[in-house]
């Protein structure tokens, strides 16, 4: 099952097909990593056979990943094709959706700008404009959906 749920804005897709794609090319790079490792090593050392077994591992969770993108991209696919939404660029043109730990510290650094601005400045109506802004992706991050626009 993938993180699709329903009904998703253009952005959402994207951004799904990009962390579909992501955690694909991170575990691939890992297998290569784990395979090259492997290959330095004399097999009868007890970390060829650990290697080995982790290799084994990260091979099924990346074939399952696959599984997703493949039922993601047919998902998604139909939506395009009954227009029922538009991405309009590359998987790898499309932004990484931010996490909410890093989300909530630059929403913390511009409440510090904020307090350290002054009144009624350019200063303090950028700060807070960002401040606004960060509180919205925040929210939009950590509340549930359930497949509905938010």
Do not use: C, N
Request: aromatic share 4%; glycine share 4%.
């Amino acid at each position: 099952m993938t993180e699709y749920t329903g009904k998703q804005a253009p952005l959402e897709h994207a951004a799904t097909l990009r962390r579909a794609s992501d955690e694909f090319m991170q575990r691939l790079d890992r297998l290569y990593e784990l395979e090259s490792l492997k290959r330095e090593l004399m097999p009868d050392r007890p970390e060829f056979v650990r290697l080995a077994r982790e290799i084994e591992d990260l091979s099924r969770a990346l074939l399952f990943t696959s599984g997703q993108q493949v039922d993601l991209a047919e998902e998604v696919h139909a939506d395009i094709k009954h227009g029922e939404t538009v991405i309009d660029q590359p998987i790898r043109e499309t932004p990484p959706k931010r996490d909410a730990v890093a989300v909530l510290a630059d929403w913390r650094a511009a409440e510090r700008r904020l307090a350290a601005a002054p009144p009624e400045t350019a200063e303090e109506h950028a700060a807070r404009a960002e401040v606004d802004r960060l509180r919205e992706e925040y929210r939009h991050i950590t509340t549930p959906q359930d497949g509905k626009e938010g």
